[in-house]
């Protein structure tokens, strides 16, 4: 073969090789021809297949989901609560006598349900409780804070903090009780349209254990 034929075919060959390799789908291998022989009209596809082609192993990217907006979780309770409840005489005392009252719950709704104000009245045979109880939703950390005061002392209580999950609210502090300090652990439960349920209890032990000492059943007047 003249080494003029030579050059002619060995011209064909790297004008077609890009095109091959462009149908057969290898990206990297066309670019890699393209470097070293750039016939006219196809030196302007390089960038593109560089651009369009996906990398090995890509994933659709997943938008994240959203925290929980927890900011409604006690519209469940705005109304007015006829309240059974059950307060033990001598919390972490070993005692187990617990007193009765009955009276009534008024839920208001503040800042379109992301505060609430609870205003409890209730007597028995120990006397008249009248209670009131601020929560405050903080949508940063998607929480509640628990303000709670009587009427004796007129001043707020540590909060309790925490949340709902599943249909159960549970809210936690710290505080001190009769000289120690003690956990605080307050829960919503058995939540439907017409009646809740809740129950404070304390634990001097770090929580290991729990000692029940307030029971209230609501149930819904209007």
Not at 13 to 37: D, E, H, K, M
């Amino acid at each position: 073969m003249s080494n003029k034929k030579f050059l002619q075919l060995a011209c064909v060959c790297l004008s077609v090789t890009p095109i091959l390799t462009f149908c057969l789908g290898n990206t990297r291998a066309a670019q890699a021809v393209f470097t070293l022989r750039e016939p006219m009209g196809l030196s302007m596809l390089a960038p593109t297949l560089e651009t369009q082609a996906p990398s090995v192993g890509s994933k659709p990217h997943a938008q994240s989901s959203a925290e929980p907006d927890g900011q409604h979780d006690f519209d469940f309770e705005i109304g007015t609560w006829k309240t059974d409840l059950r307060v033990l005489a001598h919390p972490l005392t070993g005692s187990h006598i617990w007193t009765g009252y009955r009276g009534t719950s008024v839920v208001r709704k503040v800042w379109d349900g992301r505060a609430n104000l609870v205003e409890l009245e209730a007597d028995g045979p120990s006397g008249h409780i009248e209670g009131l109880n601020l929560r405050l939703y903080n949508p940063q950390a998607h929480q509640w804070s628990l303000n709670f005061a009587d009427s004796k002392t007129g001043t707020l209580s540590v909060p309790t903090i925490g949340e709902f999950k599943d249909g159960r609210g549970e809210f936690f502090d710290q505080e001190t009780f009769n000289g120690r300090t003690i956990l605080v652990r307050s829960v919503w439960s058995g939540i439907t349209q017409n009646s809740c349920h809740f129950e404070q209890a304390f634990s001097n032990d770090g929580g290991k254990t729990w000692e029940t000492n307030w029971v209230v059943t609501d149930t819904r007047v209007q």
